[in-house]
């Protein structure tokens, strides 16, 4: 009987370590930064960096066990960084599913490691078998870091939330908004589109790294173009004044909605095939296609992206995209704490304003690039 309360009692010190510990140890793993900071710009780009009003479209950042209002050595993004990086605006994207093995040319649905993180960092276990239950859990997540955060993070929800929160910004004050990757949250049933549009959602993709009943993945089995189901969730999400994301959909799927869009589209997180020729990044007809909706492709910082692992080599991405479809359609789309090793963290966003000034890019178009043309589109797209 003394054995078994031993026994018992060292299973339990173990598991406490365990939940502190692992979740740590799978994030220190996925997300690395090649050069942890501070970093440092030259003078003429740090002046220029604080002028601007910097916007990311895609971070992963809720899938982690991590207070974000608190500065982190983990992973990429948390208030404090991003306010040390300038940044204004930060698209939070919600991961609900991935397969092991995940790779860029083909994935299938048979494996789901999210399910894994849920269960590893304890998410409540509604959320174990459900990708709504998911995005809506990652979701409450930053809404709860607002509600604490004492008016550093507010959530973007509409155009007059963000013409507000620019008017009235301060230094150090962050603002978020919240997109999904892929439509497995809505698990088939488009009625599900009003819950996660009620949690806050405002952007969502058609596919991750899997196709759905929506339409294919660039990295799924099939890759299909978008289906029936998905031709009425274009229309739903237009009708509510959300943005369709295109990164990740298969070139039949991104060929389907800009031929039916009425509405600006967005690719998140993408690099250009133009400087990294590989399945994961965008032609030029596809760049075309997206800029002709009036939309905005945000270029990341990833070494699938770019095929470098610096910030020159996300310049030289954002120079060829600037040259198919003119300085108002780039933006950044860094895909922090997308399980990607960056070449800086949150803070380092400087280092990307100084590369686009060895690139040649006037300090105007510097400040379209970094978030100019992200504003610009969301304050006609927002609900
Ligand atoms: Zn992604």
Request: aromatic share 6%; with cysteine; proline share 5%.
């Amino acid at each position: 009987m003394k054995l078994l309360r031993r026994a018992l009692l060292v299973l339990l010190v173990i598991l406490i370590i365990a939940w502190f510990t692992v979740p740590a140890m799978v994030e220190n793993r996925r997300n690395k930064v090649l050069h942890p900071g501070p970093y440092h710009a030259s003078p003429a780009a740090e002046a220029l960096h604080k002028s601007l009003i910097v916007a990311d479209l895609h971070a992963d950042s809720l899938l982690w066990k991590r207070n974000l209002l608190e500065r982190s050595s983990r992973g990429h993004v948390d208030i404090p960084r991003l306010a040390e990086g300038n940044v204004a605006l930060q698209a939070f994207t919600l991961v609900t599913t991935s397969p092991r093995n995940l790779n860029i040319y083909k994935n299938s649905d048979d494996t789901d490691q999210i399910r894994d993180i849920a269960m590893a960092e304890g998410w409540p276990p509604g959320t174990w078998g459900s990708p709504k239950m998911r995005a809506l859990y990652e979701a409450s997540k930053l809404h709860q870091f607002a509600a604490e955060s004492q008016g550093k993070l507010v959530i973007i929800k509409s155009r007059a939330d963000l013409q507000k929160y620019l008017d009235t910004r301060s230094e150090g004050m962050v603002a978020g908004f919240l997109g999904t990757e892929g439509s497995q949250p809505l698990e088939g049933d488009l009625e599900n589109i009003d819950q996660l549009f009620n949690a806050g959602i405002r952007m969502m993709a058609p596919t991750h790294f899997t196709d759905t009943a929506i339409g294919g993945a660039a990295a799924g089995i099939k890759k299909g173009g978008l289906t029936d189901l998905g031709r009425q969730w274009v229309r739903r999400l237009e009708s509510k004044s959300m943005i369709i994301d295109l990164a990740h959909a298969s070139p039949a799927t991104l060929r389907d909605v800009t031929a039916m869009a009425t509405r600006p589209l967005l690719v998140s997180h993408t690099g250009v095939k133009g400087t990294c020729d590989n399945p994961r990044n965008l032609s030029d007809d596809e760049l075309r296609a997206v800029a002709k909706t009036g939309g905005v492709i945000g270029i990341g910082i990833w070494e699938t992206a770019t095929c470098g692992t610096d910030a020159r080599a996300a310049a030289r991405a954002i120079r060829y995209a600037v040259q198919v479809v003119g300085i108002g359609h780039v933006a950044l789309g860094s895909d922090f704490d997308g399980a990607i090793t960056a070449p800086f963290d949150a803070s380092g966003w400087p280092l990307l304003t100084e590369a686009l000034l060895q690139e040649g890019f006037s300090p105007q178009d510097i400040r379209l690039i970094m978030g100019g043309n992200v504003v610009h589109m969301l304050l006609q797209t927002l609900p």
